[in-house]
């Protein structure tokens, strides 16, 4: 009896080069996330994580290598509304006042087209997008009313409109309170558990420590450690894999090293 094919790669980078205009930023990445997926992107300032996310949006230029998402090559994808971003910034306000519906609503059009207008499912999922993150009884109320975290959270309805299959986050639990830290978390583990391949780019990775399970490290513009996310060493696991300390090698989140095996020797991860 034939096995079944594996399911091909949400994402796939071989060799890539990075960058803007032509400056490279990162170099020589070899990367594959499957279907289902979370992983964050670490580094430290500079070191090319953030270029790293928008190599695969399109935001920044592909100077050499391939970079694929769902198939195709990066920029060619036919259905925009397979992808999500929230990018890294903290408010959706701007001159023109606009209510939750209305900008969670803009996102719908990544699956419709600029020309197309809304129909009930359309609605529907625009409505649906807005209760996953936890504001329901705020739909009708402008935007610029909200804090801070939960207009963070209107940017992450507005992706998840979309319906999409890969949701690719900035930095999302930046300058946001615990609260809304924690229903952020709460969102992407629901969205996760459904299916949907996650990529966030973070500083901090306590905040979602329930959801992440793999770490992607960059550092000077090279991926310099990829492998298991593992709890610090006072937290608990998020996964029920209780193991000494020392006996499962993976990137730590209380600390920029890699665990090794025992009786190996550490590897800076960075």
Not at 13 to 35: C, E, F, S
Not at 42 to 48: A, D, K, T, V, W
Not at 118 to 126: K, M, N, P, Q, Y
Not at 206 to 221: E, F, I, K, N, S
Request: aromatic share 2%.
């Amino acid at each position: 009896m034939s096995r079944p094919a594996p399911a091909p790669a949400v994402i796939r980078l071989r060799d890539a080069t990075i960058g803007y205009g032509d400056v490279p930023i990162v170099r020589g990445a070899d990367l594959t996330v499957g279907p289902g997926e979370a992983v964050a992107v670490l580094g430290s300032n500079g070191s090319g994580k953030t270029t790293l996310a928008r190599g695969l949006l399109g935001l920044a230029t592909v100077l050499g290598g391939d970079v694929e998402l769902l198939g195709a090559p990066v920029g060619r994808l036919s259905e925009r509304g397979r992808v999500g971003y929230v990018p890294q910034r903290h408010s959706v306000t701007g001159a023109v006042p606009a209510t939750v519906r209305e900008v969670v609503g803009v996102g719908r059009l990544a699956r419709l087209g600029l020309f197309r207008r809304l129909g009930a499912a359309d609605r529907a999922a625009v409505t649906d997008a807005v209760a996953a993150v936890g504001l329901a009884d705020r739909l009708d109320d402008p935007v610029a009313a909200l804090s801070g975290g939960q207009q963070r959270r209107v940017l992450v309805a507005r992706a998840l409109a979309a319906e999409p299959e890969l949701l690719i986050m900035d930095e999302p639990t930046a300058g946001v309170d615990a609260a809304s830290q924690e229903a952020l978390a709460g969102v992407l583990a629901r969205i996760s558990a459904l299916g949907t391949t996650l990529v966030v780019v973070t500083h901090e990775t306590a905040p979602l420590a329930g959801v992440l399970t793999r770490a992607v490290v960059v550092d000077h513009g090279r991926i310099s450690y990829d492998g298991p996310l593992l709890p610090g060493q006072d937290e608990p696991d998020p996964h029920h894999h209780p193991a000494p300390r020392g006996t499962r090698r993976g990137y730590r989140m209380d600390q920029p090293t890699v665990t090794p095996r025992r009786g190996g020797s550490a590897e800076q991860g960075r």
